[in-house]
């Protein structure tokens, strides 16, 4: 079974959709994180969860809404999208935030926004 | 500010043959993490070698090998013996210790030749 576990695989949404993305991992992580991969550009951090309280929310803006309800578990919930927002969304998780020494990505979600 | 630079967008090598990715970084910190993922169609990003900034030993996995120079923030990939599987995007990574954050490049596509 893979350590980090994301579906849908792809998705496409009308800007007017609502939709979400769902993140498992069976590491026992303590820490679960959010990336954006667009292309040509360098991964960003969206949002850090340590044991299900979050983090960090870098500027993200609120069309886009995690949830973590559990350290297994976590979403990002999306709505009212824009075109720009097309990108490949990588779920990671790492040990823990404190004693960070690399982070387990799973096959993100292929997002298209029409 | 802290950055990393991959110059080379794409790369293409022979089976069999040894190919080296460049990565540059800027960073001020002297405790930090360097890493190599590698992304594959299937997406997942899949760490490759790691090293720490103490160590002055370069980092090998294999065929894969790094060439860590400190002094010039120069942290490059050997791949030797290159396989048609080793065809796909890597990403050079710093992290500094104490926090979570990665800070990744903008990547290198490697093809492999039959």
């Known amino acids: 079974e893979t350590g980090v576990t994301q579906t849908p695989r792809h998705l496409v949404m009308g800007m007017t959709n609502k939709k979400s993305l769902k993140c498992e991992q069976h590491?026992?992580?303590?820490?679960m994180y959010w990336y954006k991969q667009s292309a040509k550009k360098p991964l960003e951090l969206m949002f850090v969860?340590?044991?299900?309280?979050?983090?960090e929310n870098n500027s993200v803006p609120s069309r886009f809404s995690p949830e973590c309800p559990n350290s297994s578990h976590l979403f990002l919930h999306l709505h009212t999208l824009q075109p720009e927002d097309s990108a490949l969304y990588l779920c990671?998780?790492?040990?823990?935030?404190?004693?960070?020494?690399?982070?387990?990505f799973g096959q993100g979600t292929r997002l298209t926004v029409v | 500010a802290q950055t990393v630079t991959q110059s080379q967008p794409e790369m293409s090598v022979q089976e069999a043959e040894t190919v080296t990715l460049s990565c540059t970084y800027d960073?001020?910190?002297?405790?930090?993490?360097l890493f190599w993922y590698k992304q594959p169609p299937s997406r997942q990003m899949i760490l490759v070698i790691r090293?720490?900034?103490?160590?002055?030993q370069n980092a090998t996995e294999n065929r894969f090998s790094v060439n860590f120079q400190k002094a010039a923030k120069s942290f490059s990939l050997k791949i030797s013996d290159s396989q048609l599987g080793d065809a796909a995007m890597y990403f050079c990574?710093?992290?500094?210790?104490?926090?979570?954050?990665?800070?990744f490049g903008t990547g290198t596509r490697l093809k492999v030749l039959a």
């Open positions: 990671a998780s790492s040990q823990s935030v404190q004693s960070f020494t690399e982070a387990f």
């Open positions: 590491l026992g992580h303590n820490a």
């Open positions: 969860y340590s044991l299900e309280e979050r983090v």
């Open positions: 960073t001020s910190e002297s405790d930090y993490y």
């Open positions: 090293q720490e900034a103490y160590k002055q």
């Open positions: 990574a710093y992290s500094y210790s104490g926090t979570y954050k990665y800070i």
